[in-house]
C-alpha cells in the first residue's frame, strides 16, 4: 500500500544528463542542440563531452597536425564521418543536428563539460565549441590534457593523466548534479 498523501508524486524527479565519448560526444551535443531547439522533454542538466566529434569539414589546424599520428587521425575521422552521414558527407548546408560545429548559436545549453587531449585530431575543433558556448553567454567547463591522443584514458585507465582526467569529470558532474538536485 502506497502511504505517501495524496496529490503527491510517485516518482521522484530524475536529473538526466548527455554525455558521450568521441561519435558518442558529437550524438550527445547535437541532442543538446535538438533538446533546446524542441523545447520538448525534460531538459537535461548538463552535458559530459569526452573528446567529441563535433565537425564533419577537418579542417582545423590539429585535424591537418594529426594527419597519420596516432590511433585515431583525420582518415579515421573521416571513415566515420561518412559511415555516419553516408551520401550528406561533404554537403555545405550540413544541419548542426548532425554536425553539432555547424551550430551558429550555442546559447541556451546545459552547463557542458568537454575534455580533449592536446595531441588528438579533434583539439581545436572541442576547444572551439566550449569557446562558441562561452560566447554565447552559456556555462561551459575546457580541459585540454597535455601530450594525451584519442581515447587515452580508455587505452591507458590507470595512467596518473587518465586518473585526473576521470577525477575532474566526476568533481564537474558532482558539482552538476548537486546545482540540479538544490533546484
Known sequence: MDRRPRGRARHRRRARDHRGKSAGGGLAAALALLNRD???GPRPIGQLLQCPMLDDRLDTPSARQMAGVGLWDRSSTAVAWRAYLGDRYGLADLPAYAAPA????????PPTYVDVGSAET????NV?????IWCAGGDAELHVWPGAFHGF???APTAALAREARHA???WLSRVLGRSLRE
Request: net charge neutral; aromatic share 8%.
Open 102 to 109: 555547424r551550430a551558429t548559436d550555442l546559447s541556451g545549453l
Open 122 to 125: 579533434f583539439r581545436d575543433e
Open 38 to 40: 524542441r523545447g520538448d
Open 169 to 171: 569529470r566526476t568533481r
Open 153 to 155: 584514458d580508455s587505452v
Open 128 to 132: 572551439a565549441y566550449a569557446h562558441a
